[in-house]
């Protein structure tokens, strides 16, 4: 998963996002779907985007590079929103000889998402990748995965959103 989570931006915002590349892929480049927070897309409904990926090679200490995702011109937004949640996607070609030094490995299970058994309810202990508030959290651009309950639901059928606690050690 850590592998699998990049920091994703705007020249307005930053969010953690994660990366599928379909197994059909076609074009010049590798066609790949960034998933991130809704209101983060909304600040620049047509990009650019910048994504801090890791770099490196086999055996080698990752680095992290910072890429502009410009997606093609639209006037329409170029992101889709899911209905109920605070979570937006998009497709974008990345051109070969970026594909060639950036890995986009995936951690997904298709057969795992969306289990009625795993949303969260209140007082359910969770899991979650960020990204502190500097960029990057760690020297190879890892998230920090902290722990946490459910601690409280939005009160709106609509928003579908809820308060996540946890602690966080200070910052050094």
Known sequence: MMWSTYAFGTKHGLATCFVVVPRQSSGPGKTVVVVTAAHI?????????????????????????????RPPSSKQPIFVKHPLYDIG???????PQLFDIVRFPSFLNENAIGADRDRPR???????????????????????LRAGKVASYSGSREQRAFLITHTAPPHL
Do not use: C, N, Q, W
């Open 89 to 95: 996607a998009f497709e974008i070609s990345i051109p």
């Open 122 to 144: 209140a007082g359910r202990d969770v899991l979650f990748a960020e990204f502190p508030k500097v960029l990057p959290g760690t020297a190879a651009g890892f998230p920090v």
């Open 41 to 69: 897309l909304s600040t620049a409904p047509h990009g650019p985007f910048y994504l801090a990926a890791r770099i490196g090679d086999v055996g080698s200490d990752p680095h992290v590079m910072l890429f502009e995702l």
